[in-house]
């Protein structure tokens, strides 16, 4: 089993900025991969980014440029952070913390982030 835990939703100004962190936990030792998706209203969940085990990134193409994705393994947990710059209206929506690996994949609760203009 593999714990998800995320922080740093919020509200923001277009334009702004917020990062997110997300700690996973548990048997983390054959995680392939781990990341964020988010989920606008009435749409489908989609990738925003992801970090394979090997540290290779990879973006969804709208937040290309503007987010950044890192991570950082240690004392058997994982720390996952998204920094999100020049937030646009089209950002909003709830971002998931997911990470899998052979045997399944993982969610956190999800975090809340919120444009204003």
């Known amino acids: 089993q593999v714990q998800l835990t995320e922080s740093g939703g919020g509200s923001v100004q277009a334009g702004g900025s917020l990062r997110l962190s997300c700690e996973a936990s548990?048997?983390?030792?054959?995680?392939?991969?781990i990341g964020w998706f988010r989920q606008a209203p009435g749409k489908e969940r989609e990738k925003a980014a992801i970090?394979?085990?090997?540290?290779?990134?990879?973006?969804g193409d709208s937040v290309k440029g503007r987010f950044t994705i890192s991570r950082n393994r240690d004392n058997g947990k994982i720390s996952l952070w998204m920094q999100m710059n020049s937030q646009k209206l089209e950002d909003p929506g709830i971002y998931y913390c997911?990470?899998?690996?052979?045997?399944?994949?993982?969610w956190g609760q999800g975090t809340q982030v919120t444009v204003s203009s």
């Open positions: 997911n990470s899998w690996q052979p045997n399944g994949a993982y």
């Open positions: 970090i394979r085990d090997g540290g290779r990134t990879s973006y």
């Open positions: 548990g048997t983390i030792s054959k995680l392939a991969g």
